[in-house]
């Protein structure tokens, strides 16, 4: 069965900190993975995407970058955190072609 | 603009009623999705829907391309359907695929 797992589960970080938080998918080879943020009230917006090892694309520009330094792995990370970066992040994945998304359970980030 | 809304922003029921979701988008798309999202924030795909009806249960999601409109029917419900409905369209190419949320609707089922 394919899982898929974040980590941490939740973070409390200082304005201009590094961050890196991680995803592992198992049991899916090649995956599209995914890049989710979503500021507290706010809607869920994609951040990065990934179709293969080394290959990340941005969809929105938050100061953040993203690697997949493996097939199942997938790192969100910056070298200076903001206050605007604080809210939950979510990694996914689908597989190729128009199938659905499978979400891991996120990441809350404090930034103060 | 709002490429997806939904509707309505927020809604209470007694359990046992019934609920419609609305979802229309202003793009084209690929497919729809929805999604429960859970009150610790992880989302639990509830349909995936390019078109037509599905049924899951109590759920049953209908999408209308042609319409560019999905809604989400709740039957019977229950104080554990209480969350965060989303819906989200997808866009796809042989390279590129983006998932684009609504903003949700708010579920309270109470006793």
């Known amino acids: 069965a394919q899982t898929i797992h974040q980590w941490p589960v939740a973070e409390i970080k200082a304005v201009g900190s590094p961050l890196s938080l991680g995803c592992t998918i198992k049991?899916?080879?090649?995956?599209?993975l995914y890049w989710y943020w979503q500021a507290t009230g706010g809607t869920l917006q994609q951040l990065f995407y990934s179709i293969t090892v080394g290959q990340v694309e941005s969809v929105v520009q938050l100061n953040l970058s993203a690697s997949r330094p493996k097939d199942d792995q997938f790192i969100l990370s910056t070298e200076k955190l903001l206050l605007s970066h604080s809210g939950f992040y979510l990694c996914?994945?689908?597989?190729?072609?128009?199938?659905?998304?499978?979400f891991g359970s996120g990441t809350r980030l404090l930034v103060i | 603009g709002q490429q997806v809304q939904q509707s309505p922003a927020s809604l209470v029921l007694q359990e046992g009623e019934n609920a419609e979701l609305q979802c229309n988008f202003s793009?084209?798309?690929?497919?729809m999705q929805w999604f429960y999202q859970r009150p610790g924030g992880s989302l639990v795909s509830l349909f995936y829907n390019p078109s037509g009806t599905k049924h899951s249960g109590r759920l049953t999601s209908t999408t209308v391309i042609k319409e560019r409109r999905s809604s989400l029917h709740i039957s019977s419900s229950q104080t554990t359907d209480s969350g965060t409905y989303l819906c989200?369209?997808?866009?796809?190419?042989?390279?590129?695929?983006?998932?684009?949320f609504g903003q949700g609707t708010s579920l309270s089922v109470v006793p």
């Open positions: 049991g899916k080879s090649s995956p599209n």
């Open positions: 989200a369209l997808r866009r796809a190419s042989s390279s590129f695929s983006k998932l684009v």
């Open positions: 996914a994945w689908s597989y190729r072609g128009d199938s659905d998304y499978t």
């Open positions: 793009t084209s798309l690929n497919s």
